[in-house]
C-alpha cells in the first residue's frame, strides 16, 4: 500500500471517517465508523479485558492507528486505570484532516480536545504521558516489520484495513507476533470474521470467539491466548 489522497466520509450513525481512494478503503464501518469503534474495541475489548484483570493497569497494542478514535475511546474510559497505549501506523494522517472529524464531539469528550490533538501532533517513537493515566507510542512502521516483545500485551485492537485490500496484513506471520507479545489470557479483538482469518489466528495459538457484530456485519472475533 502507499499513502494515498484520503478523503471525510459520512457513515450510517453520523459519525465521519475517512476513505482512502487509492484502496478504495474505510477507515470504519460505513454502517457507523463510532458503533463499530465502540462494540468492537471498546465493549468487546477494552471493558471485557479491564474487567477480567486483576490490576488497574492495562497494556494495548493498536494495529493501525488512523484515525485515533479507538485511543480517543479508551482515553475517555480511562479513569481509574492506568493506560499504556501502543500503536502502529506506517501512514500517519494530517492533523488537520483529523480536526474535521469532530470526534471528540461524536463521543462527547470535549474536555479531551487538547488531549486528542496532542495525540496526533505529538512525536512518533517516544512516549508521551498524555494525562496522568495514559501514556502513549505511536510507533511508525510496517505491521510485517514489528517484532513483539514477548508476554506484556493484555490487549490488542487488531484494526488492519480489511483482509479483501491487504490479505497480507492478516497472515499468520502478522498474528504470529500478535500472540507473542499477548500475555496468557490476553485477546486480540477484531471486525473480520471470515474464515481464513479465524484459521490463521488458530495456527498461531489463539482460540476463537464468535460474537455479534455492529450492524452491517454477522460476527466479530475475540481471540484469546489460551492461560
Ligand atoms: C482500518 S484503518 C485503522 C483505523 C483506526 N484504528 C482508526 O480508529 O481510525 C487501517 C490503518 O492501517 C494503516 N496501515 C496500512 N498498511 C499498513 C502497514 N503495512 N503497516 C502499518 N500500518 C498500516 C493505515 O494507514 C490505516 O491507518
Request: charged share 20%; glycine share 6%; proline share 4%.
Amino acid at each position: 500500500m502507499r499513502m494515498s489522497p484520503v478523503s471525510i466520509i459520512t457513515t450510517s450513525d453520523a459519525s465521519k471517517s475517512l476513505l482512502h481512494t487509492g484502496l478504495n478503503e474505510s477507515y470504519h464501518s460505513y454502517y457507523g465508523a463510532l458503533s463499530e469503534s465502540q462494540l468492537v474495541f471498546l465493549s468487546y475489548g477494552f471493558h471485557y479485558q479491564a474487567s477480567q484483570l486483576q490490576t488497574k493497569t492495562i497494556r494495548i497494542l493498536e494495529y493501525g492507528f488512523g484515525t485515533g478514535l479507538n485511543a480517543l475511546l479508551v482515553l475517555k474510559h480511562s479513569i481509574g486505570m492506568q493506560i499504556y497505549y501502543t500503536a502502529l501506523e506506517l501512514y500517519p494522517v494530517n492533523w488537520e484532516l483529523i480536526r474535521q472529524l469532530h470526534y471528540t464531539t461524536a463521543v462527547e469528550a470535549e474536555e479531551f480536545d487538547a488531549v486528542f490533538r496532542e495525540m496526533h501532533l505529538s512525536e512518533w517513537d517516544q512516549p508521551v504521558q498524555l494525562t496522568p493515566n495514559f501514556c502513549l507510542l505511536k510507533r511508525k512502521m510496517d505491521f510485517k516489520a514489528f517484532q513483539a516483545e514477548p508476554s506484556h500485551i493484555d490487549l490488542i485492537f487488531f484494526d488492519a484495513f480489511s483482509p479483501d485490500k491487504q490479505p497480507e496484513l492478516w497472515s499468520e506471520e502478522v498474528f504470529g507476533q500478535a500472540c507473542q507479545a499477548l500475555r496468557k489470557g490476553g485477546v486480540l479483538v477484531t471486525y473480520s470474521s471470515k474464515g481464513w482469518v479465524k484459521q490463521n489466528l488458530r495456527k498461531c495459538g489463539f482460540k476463537i470467539e464468535r460474537l455479534p457484530g455492529p450492524k452491517g456485519k454477522r460476527h466479530v472475533l475475540r481471540a484469546v491466548k489460551p492461560v
